[in-house]
């Protein structure tokens, strides 16, 4: 099976959670629209009736004759085929669950830089963006870090989220402490202290085989800021 | 089976998808924090390590043995459990895929009142508020309606957003045009006209017998100002 994952080639935004499971697995997928024509074919997928508008926004993934969308989504399809989620169904939503809170950490890191509009930019919201990152980091951040640090410390856990191996939402908390580093280094520098059993967690996927040979990578698309996770030295306090 | 629902009593907020699946399947259950003493319930089940924290934020569901948390995530083990949901996998995930983006909208609902931070009073971010409400209703309910009427009216559709009969999606959309009715009740005016078929969903949900029986009963908590879907005057434009 070839994977055809369709996600903003010049980012790593929200595809990079899905990139960082083909990755791991060494599946076998093409990154559509890093490819000659291939933003094309991507944007005609999501116009087009004939595949249900397979998704509202990229990433969305075609697995044979399967089209998914949303994030969550393509690594709740894509776990068990990857061997990166529990097999039985409670763990399996277990796993979903976690990510889906991920998802939501994900979309508060969007809002730091945009609280009022996708549709305007950074420049034209930057004094909202200022309280807003600020309430982020020192209110939000904790919040979402404590959650994690209780699922990952309670008593049974082998150092992994879920389960007694590795699954998609470790390499999505990876994902997410790359994120925040590179967007506020001075929160995380603050923070980190705290929650060394996640920082722990970071560091073991880091070392994964797969991950450390994509990490290096041209594959890998450096942090930017038209991505998720942005580095504006006003919002880094 | 008695599912138990645990949510905020007094709001309808993400619970209600729940709620709606619920009732609309005549299954039998308890909002637990409705009952007494259930508010302390809640807030133990979501502190507790041997439950694996079931929860970051309710709603979460208790189904026999097995916790779910995350409104997407319970209704997708719901979905097939109550009938909700189309049984093969690619249905499924085609339903679970429109639910999750439902929920973005209704995290940008949210965000509306709360541009800046959760743990500020609307007061705090009024002025922010206004920008980001004007925003919303000009640019983003129209973009996620116009993604939801083409899947709702492509060729081989039912009337249903997915498969060929009603899904926790259509009880869903439902709510969202209930509650953005409530919130923008002159942006619905004028959107309406233009998503017709989105509206004549909501209708044939409304007219589900046990839905309307639902709706008409005590056991529906009337939209208010601390939910998701708040009217405030200046942000009714």
Redesign the interface.
Known sequence: MVYELFYWPTIQGRGEFVRLALEDAGADYVDVARTRKGMEAMMKAMQD?AL??P??APPFLKAGE?W???T??IL??LGGRLGLAPRA??GR??A??LQ??IA?LV?EVH?THH??????YYEDQKK?AK??AK??VE??VPK?FE?FQ??LT??GRKGWMVGTRPSYVDLSLFQVIEGLRYAFPKAMARLEPQYQPLVELRDRVAERPNIATYLRSKRRIPFNEDGIFRHYPELNK
């Open positions: 009736p249900g508008f998704s509202y399967v998914v969308g949303q969550p989504a709740l399809f169904e409670e939503l277990r979903h669950q889906l809170t939501d979309a809002d609280p009022i509009a996708v549709s305007l909202e309280r807003r309430e982020f209110q939000r979402f959650y209780h699922v309670q008593p």
